[in-house]
């Protein structure tokens, strides 16, 4: 089983181009607990055109890992 969450990734007016937002669009990416760790899921990015930002629904597969962060939203770095 899969469970699913989403979060912002990236929202600063004047920082990021909407055009490099948009560009991220439908891209999907391994996700890991730290840097070189096991992948434990992916993310998709989504661009939003209404909040100008760009989100990601993340899936992860660990179901230990998925509990820990359905209290927390996670973030992407």
């Known amino acids: 089983m899969t469970d699913k969450f ?4 990236a929202y600063q007016e004047g920082y990021f181009t ?3 937002l948009r560009e991220q669009d439908g891209k ?3 996700i890991t607990m730290e840097p070189g ?3 434990i899921g992916k993310a998709t990015l989504k661009y939003d055109p209404g909040e100008k930002a760009l989100k990601a629904e993340f899936e992860i ?3 230990k890992v998925a509990e820990i962060l359905r ?4 973030s992407i770095f």
Do not use: N, W
Not at 6 to 9: F, Q
């Open 18 to 20: 909407e055009e490099a």
């Open 71 to 74: 209290g927390d939203p996670p």
């Open 37 to 39: 760790g096991p992948v």
């Open 61 to 63: 597969e660990d179901p």
């Open 28 to 30: 999907e990416v391994p």
């Open 6 to 9: 989403e979060s912002i990734v």
